[in-house]
């Protein structure tokens, strides 16, 4: 809406059905065009500390959008018909910094930026699992999963290929 001009506040949207949603960067609110009112709501989002929000990556699944917020350090559950967040899941209680996340079937997994770990969530049961990659020391910055292998790169120009049901890694 005019009333909120800035730079980046709602830059990434998903169409579903009628509605468009804008997540946001730094804004702190899903802004939800609906088009064939041409109307715009607003779902407000959890956040105490008032840290940029910034989501980047986010799935239909369903009836429920589930976006990874980044500066929450969470990922956010949202009931596409309602225009409302139904659920804050949090990636981990340590201190991190989140890079890429990808959704592969009923699991969303999110990367450190910062050490050799990827967090599995199961969108089914809504838990965490911590996947711990000791051999390596810097942070990720790229994922994609292919036939079952997932390829990710390191922050000191790495490719990697973790394959998690065998739990191999190389």
């Not at 109307?39 to 989002?45: E, P």
């Not at 930026?113 to 967090?119: D, F, K, M, S, V």
């Not at 810097?138 to 790495?158: A, I, N, V």
Request: proline content about 2%; charged content about 25%.
């Amino acid at each position: 809406p005019n009333f909120n001009k800035g730079f980046r506040k709602n830059p990434n949207c998903i169409k579903c059905g009628n509605t468009i949603f804008c997540m946001p960067v730094y804004e702190e609110c899903i802004w939800c065009y609906e088009l064939t009112v041409g109307g715009f709501q607003k779902i407000m989002i959890k956040n105490p500390n008032h840290v940029s929000i910034m989501i980047h990556n986010f799935w239909k699944c369903g009836d429920v959008l589930w976006a990874v917020s980044i500066g929450l350090n969470q990922i956010i559950e949202i009931n596409i018909k309602e225009k409302t967040v139904i659920g804050y899941y949090n990636i981990t209680n340590q201190q991190e910094t989140i890079a890429e996340s990808i959704k592969t079937g009923d699991y969303i997994y999110i990367l450190s930026a910062l050490r050799g770990r990827i967090y599995e969530f199961n969108i089914e049961t809504k838990e965490m699992k911590e996947n711990e990659l000791s051999m390596i020391h810097s942070g990720l910055r790229t994922l994609t999963e292919c036939g079952g292998k997932f390829w990710l790169s390191g922050r000191k120009k790495e490719i990697y290929i973790w394959e998690k049901e065998k739990n191999n890694f190389k």
